[in-house]
């Protein structure tokens, strides 16, 4: 609900209203040239994020886009950062540090997954819109739901065993999430490891798993 609200009050309509407020003010609307720079890079952002047209390859001028939006962000948060002002005082005139962060890894993340997916394979395509965090959410869930839902930290060497477990035994993708289920296009392989000696239960005088296995 949140995130359609905020698509509401940034998207391309309302840089349309605001545009139009700005003109019928005349010459007293030149206070809201940064609100109209701001959605205009956030209703890009939406945009490119809701197109359902896939992704070809990396001259796509949607990936300009994205990069140019990140480049508005952080240009407004240096020329901040570089005045005289207290610390408090340059938040009021931010986006909250967590808002920022959020905005920069949504775009580095889906410039990088571009690149990685067509790099590997050029006849790969990637629609923006099919694009969502469902399936690594899932999967932290179900990380953490095992030993009764109290493994909040799990360590490397529970990790092999855990991954083994959800890709083996379980589907990534809930039915009640809003991710495509991709099995019949990807699968995930279990994770292999060697040991030199043959597989016992493990007891507390047992040397460390990591020292009997190496991940690959």
């Known amino acids: 609900m949140r995130n359609h609200l905020a698509e509401e009050v940034l998207d391309v309509e309302m840089l349309h209203i605001?545009?139009?407020?700005?003109?019928?003010?005349k010459d007293k609307g030149n206070h809201l040239d940064g609100c109209v720079k701001l959605l205009t890079n956030t209703s890009t952002l939406i945009r490119i994020f809701r197109d359902k047209k896939p992704i070809k390859n990396t001259s796509d001028s949607r990936l300009?886009?994205?990069?140019?939006?990140?480049?508005?962000f952080l240009d407004w948060e240096r020329q901040v950062e570089d005045t005289d002002l207290t610390s408090s005082v340059k938040r009021k005139y931010l986006l909250s540090y967590e808002c920022r962060d959020d905005i920069m890894s949504c775009i580095h993340g889906f410039l990088g997954l571009v690149e990685q997916t067509l790099t590997?394979?050029?006849?790969?395509?990637?629609?923006?819109?099919?694009i969502n965090s469902d399936i690594i959410e899932n999967m932290f869930c179900q990380v953490r739901a095992t030993n009764n839902g109290s493994n909040t930290n799990p360590t490397l060497d529970d990790y092999?065993?855990?991954v083994n477990s959800?890709?083996?035994?379980?589907?990534?993708?809930?039915v009640k999430s809003n991710a495509k289920s991709?099995?019949?296009?990807?699968?995930?392989?279990p994770l292999h490891f060697?040991?030199?000696?043959?597989?016992?239960?493990?007891?507390?005088?047992?040397?460390?798993?990591?020292?009997?296995?190496?991940?690959?």
């Open 160 to 162: 092999g065993g855990i």
């Open 18 to 25: 605001m545009k139009k407020y700005q003109a019928s003010l």
């Open 166 to 174: 959800i890709i083996l035994g379980q589907n990534i993708v809930s």
């Open 182 to 189: 991709v099995d019949t296009v990807f699968t995930a392989k």
């Open 64 to 72: 300009k886009q994205l990069e140019d939006v990140a480049t508005f």
């Open 194 to 216: 060697y040991t030199n000696q043959p597989l016992i239960k493990t007891t507390k005088n047992m040397p460390k798993l990591k020292n009997l296995m190496q991940y690959r």
């Open 120 to 130: 590997r394979d050029p006849t790969a395509t990637i629609t923006p819109a099919m």
